[in-house]
């Protein structure tokens, strides 16, 4: 089985930063593009970032220039630097990765469980 396990998440106030984590584990023969989304109360699931597997990235315009994602394809692990958080960036984060397990043997996307992030002072 494959599984996401994100961390990183908690309280921080205005204008201060987090790092989020997510590690792919379990019978993983592949990882393709990787993703952070989040969720707000009340409100639909959105995308923040992805990166795909040759390392090209893409933002939200709401998070351009204050998140950063990277990856580490050793690791099959995903980051999301956030900076210069504000209190519309509360939600809960999801990873999000297309990955190639040994089984079932076909490409297919996996979801973390989700770790929340609270801005707030």
């Known amino acids: 089985q494959v599984q996401l396990v994100e961390s990183g998440g908690g309280l921080v106030q205005p204008g201060g930063s987090l790092r989020l984590s997510c590690a792919a584990s379990?019978?993983?023969?592949?990882?393709?593009?990787m993703g952070w989304y989040r969720q707000a109360p009340g409100k639909e699931r959105e995308l923040v970032a992805g990166?795909?597997?040759?390392?090209?990235?893409n933002y939200a315009d709401s998070v351009k220039g204050r998140f950063t994602i990277s990856r580490d394809n050793a690791k099959n692990t995903v980051y999301l630097q956030m900076s210069s958080l504000k209190p519309e960036d509360t939600a809960v984060y999801y990873c999000?990765?297309?990955?190639?397990?040994?089984?079932?043997?076909?490409?297919?996307?996996?979801w973390g469980q989700g770790t929340q992030v609270t801005v707030s002072s």
């Open positions: 999000n990765a297309y990955i190639f397990p040994r089984s079932p043997a076909l490409w297919d996307y996996y």
């Open positions: 990166i795909s597997g040759g390392g090209i990235t």
């Open positions: 379990g019978s993983v023969v592949s990882v393709n593009a």
